[in-house]
């Protein structure tokens, strides 16, 4: 999926209705240097994060001074979190691209500043599945009522998103059921590929090749691998949200590559990764 006239004033617009479904949204906004935008929050809380520049985040009492980054690929990124029901301006002198995370929810939570220097960075994988994982806004790392967001870095090369995994039915302890929105960056232009395959009769089946501000959907079934062509590395930002009562990532492995992750631990680590780490927590971002 790729942006259009049709997601004006936005690079790129999916929620609920265009998706078909019921709670996550992805807004892609493209503010020139002094350009402003108004976000009314409605029944989602979002997060706003910046994938090149900075901004500044003015919501009720509350001003975040998001320094943001130069890319995607050059830092982990400070960001703001907006409740529903709230009304934001978000402006930037210099502009810049910024991702805006949605999810319908139930809960006002405050809004809040996250700061770079603790976004947790993981290394997931190894060998030709090694990957960088931002939790920025991961379950157990930032509450939210029902949204949750992260970023994966993947080497040039790499696939990830592997073994192919899937959460679309409940299980408590077990699977999630969540919605799901990739949205994609290449370091240096692309393609890469990414794969979606049924898990049920009339699932999802995308097999997508993908350039920048591309997205693609998964609704449900068995999701990855995501590759990175061999000239560079591929970002995404994951956008979830579901039904269930917990707000948890649990996943379900492919049964015919589920044995992959148990050779990881004899697997060498990449020596690309990690691609940065979060700040020192002396920055005062």
């Keep these: 999926m790729r942006g259009g006239p049709e997601d004006a004033p936005y690079a790129l617009d999916i929620g609920p209705e265009r998706a078909g479904w019921e709670y996550a949204s992805l807004r892609v906004l493209d503010l020139p240097p002094g350009g402003v935008h108004t976000l009314v929050t409605g029944e989602s809380e979002w997060i706003v994060l910046p994938l090149t520049g900075g ?12 320094i943001g980054r130069e890319s ?86 790499n696939w990830s998103s592997y073994p192919p995994h899937k959460h679309d039915e ?10 799901e929105i990739y949205y994609f960056e290449l370091e240096h232009g692309g393609p890469g590929y990414h794969r979606v395959s049924p898990s049920r009769p009339g699932g999802a089946d995308v097999l997508a090749e993908v350039r920048g501000g591309d997205a693609v959907l998964v609704p449900d079934g068995w999701h990855g691998p995501s590759i990175a062509p061999p000239e560079g590395a591929l970002y995404y930002l994951n956008v979830m949200a579901g039904p269930d009562e917990e707000r948890a990532w649990l996943i379900r492995d492919h049964p015919d590559h589920a044995w992959i992750r148990d050779t990881w631990p004899g697997r060498p680590a990449d020596p690309r990764l990690p691609l940065y780490t979060a700040p020192d927590p002396e920055d005062p971002r």
């Design 55 to 66: 901004c500044t985040v003015h919501t009720a009492g509350d001003i975040f001074e998001l």
């Design 72 to 157: 995607v690929f050059s830092g982990a990124a400070d960001f703001a979190y907006l409740p529903r029901d709230a009304t934001a301006q978000i402006s930037s002198g210099a502009g810049g691209r910024f991702a805006l995370a949605g999810a319908k929810c139930e809960r006002q939570l405050p809004a809040r500043y996250g700061p770079a220097s603790e976004v947790p960075v993981e290394l997931r994988g190894s060998g030709t599945c090694a990957r960088q994982v931002n939790n920025f806004a991961a379950a157990d790392t930032f509450p939210c009522d029902r949204l949750i967001a992260v970023e994966v870095l993947t080497p040039a090369g």
């Design 170 to 179: 409940a299980e408590p302890g077990t699977e999630s059921v969540l919605e």
